[in-house]
């Protein structure tokens, strides 16, 4: 019993020193495990901050270089004093030096990358190299031939007054009406050129010759022979042939005479102009009085003398070659020119009312300012 107490007052002493240890020392604290952030680790190749790109040290400067070349004219020769402009990158601003004496030009401490040239010179045409200069290069340029540059010059051909009426003529030697009949005389430019002399003796036998006219005289002459006209020429082929003699001489001496040599003396125009506008009264009057009224070579209307006296004097000359028995006095010839003047004022209204709607092909005319 003894012994089992002391056991226990052994066991019980045991647990109160452990005790009185613990409360004087007590165990320490459990350690706690701060988390150290990651820092993360820079991939190879990458740069780091602070490091230039691809940079493993400092930036290398580059070295300028420099552009020299020659230029010379199409001959071969050099040119002194030509402008040479120096651009970079497609900049409008750059450096000009112009060409020594040899036609040499030098650009010194130009930066490298591409660059253009323009070359210019008086009376050359402009030149232009481009090119791409490498770091300390000494760029030396192909030969520059500078061309002769191409000059527009504008020529105003102005044709003289009597080379318009030479045109003007052509064009109305090609009037016909129906396309056969001549219309020679009827000009559609209110304000043609003044004729020549030249130009009307031309009018004249144009009319006079074409083939046309001998027809028509040929026809009247047959009538006349049909009615016994100028009996005393007689029948058959040889009276025939006097009949159209006499015919063609009415009609050329009156037209040499009234269309040629009386206008070209007075100066006055043998031509009849077509008006073509206002009213049917105004171009009827109009077309009545050109039979006793023409426009002269200067421009102004005046009284048709040419018209007038070239009758008179048609039927005075055909008094020399008409049968005696039917030669016309003075007084005659007179009222036969004044009956002439008569049919050319209907002829004139025939002109302006009727002969255009027949006539093909009319020459291009500008509004008429009469």
Not at 247 to 262: F, N, R, S
Not at 306 to 315: E, L, P, T
Request: aromatic share 10%; charged share 15%; with cysteine.
């Amino acid at each position: 019993m003894n012994g089992v107490m002391r056991q226990a007052r052994c066991f019980s002493g045991r647990w109160a020193w452990l005790a009185f240890c613990l409360l004087l020392c007590p165990p320490p604290a459990p350690s706690r495990q701060v988390p150290v952030p990651q820092v993360p680790q820079p991939v190879s190749g990458e740069p780091q901050k602070g490091e230039l790109p691809g940079a493993e040290g400092p930036p290398q400067k580059l070295e300028p270089g420099r552009i020299s070349g020659t230029v010379s004219d199409p001959s071969g020769v050099t040119i002194t004093g030509a402008v040479v402009k120096l651009t970079h990158g497609g900049q409008s601003a750059g450096q000009e030096v112009a060409t020594d004496e040899d036609g040499k030009f030098y650009f010194f401490n130009v930066p490298p990358g591409p660059f253009e040239l323009t070359f210019s010179s008086a009376g050359l045409a402009s030149q232009t190299v481009d090119g791409n200069l490498s770091a300390g290069q000494s760029y030396v340029t192909p030969l520059v031939t500078m061309t002769i540059a191409t000059q527009v010059t504008e020529v105003q051909v102005t044709l003289t007054p009597e080379e318009i009426a030479t045109a003007e003529i052509k064009e109305q030697e090609k009037q016909r009406v129906l396309g056969v009949i001549p219309n020679f005389y009827v000009s559609y430019a209110p304000n043609a050129a003044p004729l020549k002399a030249k130009h009307k003796f031309e009018l004249a036998w144009k009319s006079t010759t074409d083939p046309v006219t001998f027809a028509a005289v040929g026809m009247v002459a047959g009538f006349a022979q049909a009615g016994d006209r100028w009996g005393a020429y007689g029948q058959g082929a040889q009276g025939y042939a006097k009949r159209f003699g006499a015919t063609y001489a009415d009609v050329a001496i009156g037209t040499y005479i009234g269309g040629a040599i009386l206008p070209s003396l007075l100066k006055q125009d043998p031509r009849y102009f077509y008006r073509g506008t206002g009213t049917k009264r105004s171009r009827l009057l109009y077309a009545l009085g050109s039979a006793v009224i023409c426009k002269g070579d200067n421009g102004h209307w005046q009284p048709n003398y040419s018209s007038i006296g070239g009758n008179i004097a048609a039927g005075g000359i055909s008094n020399l070659y008409y049968p005696a028995q039917d030669r016309n006095a003075a007084s005659v010839v007179i009222s036969t020119a004044m009956i002439r003047i008569g049919e050319i004022a209907l002829a004139n209204v025939f002109q302006e009312f009727l002969v255009p709607k027949l006539t093909p092909n009319l020459p291009t005319r500008s509004p008429s300012q009469h």
